[in-house]
């Protein structure tokens, strides 16, 4: 028997408002997606969503800003949305088959064109509204001055048509990688370090010398569940009983404040309302075992 490969690879979604890019993207990863608050990713180009199977995982990247710039920051935005392209394995790009192909499409084609290396595919959203015909009008209607289609995919991100196909081709182009992100991981959460840091922080400075810098947090859970609040669950972990009886204080008076202030800290950082729920455990020289620290979500670069 031969060993299996597994196959990873970056994919840029690009196309104007409204085309169906997001529809799409819940289709393939699911409900959970783009969690995040937005305002605090403006800048840079967040993945959206990851795609894991037995053998394969795509991460699909966002491009946020790709209109014409009005402004020297939409200028900037711009930029970054399309360096983003350079990046990718490959790049959807997706338009709509109920409307003509118009100056938007246009100002993204152009930029396209300039992409030499990396695969792009034309995919033609909401086929489920159109007759073939006028279908068979809009696909050529893209093939004139633009870029050299990988594969022209007609697809219904509503109704999923040819969903599956195009999910297996992306694949089949991919090459041999490493799976970047756990199985369960639907949205990559560069914040998680950085609020860990901030809990953890919190528990230094007001138990202050009584429990030793070798207190960890672990992110267990960041999720929108409402419009009004992110909810972050963390776990305290501590290697003594008597470190984790500090850090919960009299009548829970010290997690609560640990709690309080570090939510408000990580409302700062996300620019949104936080529902912080922390747990304190006790994990006996955790430090020392790294099958301990896996499972507490650990990777190498945390440190
Ligand atoms: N009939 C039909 N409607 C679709 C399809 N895909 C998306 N839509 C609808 O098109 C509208 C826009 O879809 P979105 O997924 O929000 O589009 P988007 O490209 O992510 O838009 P922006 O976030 O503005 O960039 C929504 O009302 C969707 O329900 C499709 O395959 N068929």
């Known amino acids: 028997m031969t060993e299996k490969v597994f196959k990873s690879g970056f ?8 085309v169906g890019k997001s529809t799409l993207l819940n289709r393939i990863v699911g409900e959970k997606i783009a969690i995040m608050s937005d305002k605090a ?50 790049i959807w ?37 159109v007759d073939p015909q006028t279908l068979l009008d809009i696909i050529a209607s893209y093939q004139v001055e633009a870029p050299e289609w990988q594969e022209v995919y007609p697809i219904s991100a509503t109704e999923g ?22 199985a369960d ?14 809990i953890r922080e919190k528990v230094l400075q007001l138990t202050r010398q009584e429990v030793p810098h070798s207190v960890a947090v672990v992110i267990d859970k960041i999720a929108r569940e409402n419009e009004e609040k992110i909810h972050v669950q963390a776990s305290i972990i501590v290697e003594r009983p008597t470190q984790k009886n500090i850090i919960i204080g009299k009548q829970g008076k010290m997690i609560k404040q640990i709690g309080t202030r570090a939510r408000q800290d990580i409302e700062r950082l996300l620019g949104d309302k936080v529902f912080l729920e922390t747990w304190v455990k006790v994990e006996p020289r955790w430090r020392d075992r790294p099958q301990a620290l ?10």
């Open 93 to 129: 790009f997706v338009v709509d088959a109920s409307m003509p192909r118009g100056r938007g499409d246009d100002f993204i084609i152009e930029r396209l064109k300039e992409i030499k290396a990396t695969p792009i595919y034309l995919l033609i959203n909401k086929v489920d509204l």
């Open 41 to 90: 990713q403006t800048t840079r180009n967040k993945i959206q969503g990851i795609y894991t199977t037995d053998d394969a995982q795509v991460v699909f990247i966002d491009t946020p800003g790709v209109h014409k710039p009005q402004n020297s920051l939409g200028d900037f935005m711009v930029k970054s949305a399309f360096s983003s392209l350079h990046e990718a394995d490959a």
């Open 161 to 182: 048509d040819n969903v599956p196909q195009l999910l297996e081709n992306i694949i089949s182009i991919l090459d041999e990688g490493p799976q970047y992100f756990d």
């Open 11 to 18: 994919v840029a979604i690009i196309g104007r408002p409204n």
């Open 185 to 198: 991981q639907l949205t990559d959460h560069p914040e998680r370090f950085v609020i860990g840091e901030l």
């Open 294 to 303: 896996q499972t507490l979500g650990y990777k190498e670069q945390d440190y």
